[in-house]
């Protein structure tokens, strides 16, 4: 999780002498192991890997924490990409409306943005995830995320071929980038050790993809119900907290889902210094209040 790494060696007795100078110690500042190669089982016909690997920070023998350059990249996750079906028609419509490999690595870097701030950022922890494998299979729904059999810092992202063959041309591109930044947000967000409301889970992917202007236009901000209701719903809550207790809110909720289990009470009273309905109900006064002025 964290970083850190022996980054130097045991210092040398002076009354040893050594003829052989040994190999300098070899300290690489990528946390992780190359992935490994997950070879899914069943059929598939395409894997393109993408060229994020390695991102250039893993210098040797060199690790110091003002080492800005050295510092200024997130961990890359390796990515793949495997179709299943290359002969639907939504595999076409995929290629032909994303580079598959800038979108995926695009949304890594969103996500890691909004969600971490800066490698540097004392206050946020990235989770260990290795690898992300987008697998577009013909399947129900739109689209789920799940770690692999490896382990869970292994994640693949499914996506519905038939889901994409029916989106309409001009939204394609937002569309398919839109569900996948949504997605990539489950491969790297906290979930207070499996006890996150689901609402809230769903509603901070669904704010980052509002925070990278690719919500859809049926989106709209919703006052009904509660304030789990989850996607654009809580989304839209999430965007208010940001604004009114400043930016970083949501990275301040996402890292205390790293720490703690999910109790409704402190969590939120610790965190913004009031109960989450009362905070609800200051949103949809606002939002009604708002509406009243158009
Ligand atoms: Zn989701």
Redesign the pocket.
């Known amino acids: 999780m964290t970083l850190r790494e022996q980054t130097s060696p045991a210092p040398t007795p002076t009354a040893i002498f050594s003829p052989v100078s040994p190999a300098p110690p070899t300290v690489s500042a990528l946390p992780l192991p190359p992935g490994r190669s997950s070879s899914a089982a069943g059929g598939s016909k395409t894997i393109i890997p993408s060229s994020a690997e390695d991102p250039g920070n893993a210098k040797k023998g060199k690790h110091h924490h003002d080492d800005i350059e050295e510092d200024s990249s997130f961990p890359q996750p390796k990515l793949r990409l495997e179709i299943r079906d290359l002969n639907h028609p939504g595999a076409a419509k995929f290629l032909g409306s994303v580079n598959a490999g800038n979108v995926v690595s695009d949304a890594v870097a969103n996500v890691q943005r909004l969600l971490y701030g800066s490698p540097k950022d004392r206050h946020t922890t990235v989770p260990p995830t290795r690898s992300v494998t987008l697998v577009l299979r013909d399947m129900d729904g739109v689209a789920y995320t799940t770690g692999t059999d490896l382990d869970d810092d292994h994640k693949e992202i499914h996506l519905s071929l038939r889901y994409i063959n029916d989106i309409s041309t001009p939204r394609l591109t937002s569309e398919v980038t839109g569900v996948l930044t ?2 990539l947000v ?1 491969c790297y967000q906290w979930n207070a050790k499996g006890t996150c409301p689901g609402g809230l889970i ?1 509603g901070i ?1 669904d704010w980052v993809r509002l925070n990278c202007d690719l919500s859809p236009p049926h989106w709209k901000r919703e006052t009904s119900g509660k304030w789990d209701g989850g996607y654009q719903h809580t989304a839209y809550f999430l965007e208010y907290l940001e604004g009114r207790f400043g930016e970083g809110t949501v990275r301040k909720v996402n890292e205390k889902l790293r720490l703690h289990k999910y109790e409704p009470k402190p969590f939120w009273t610790e965190l913004l210094g009031r109960p989450v309905e009362q905070l609800w109900g200051d949103y949809v006064e606002n939002v009604t209040g708002e509406a009243l002025k158009c």
Do not use: I, S
């Open positions: 949504h997605e489950h769903e992917a």
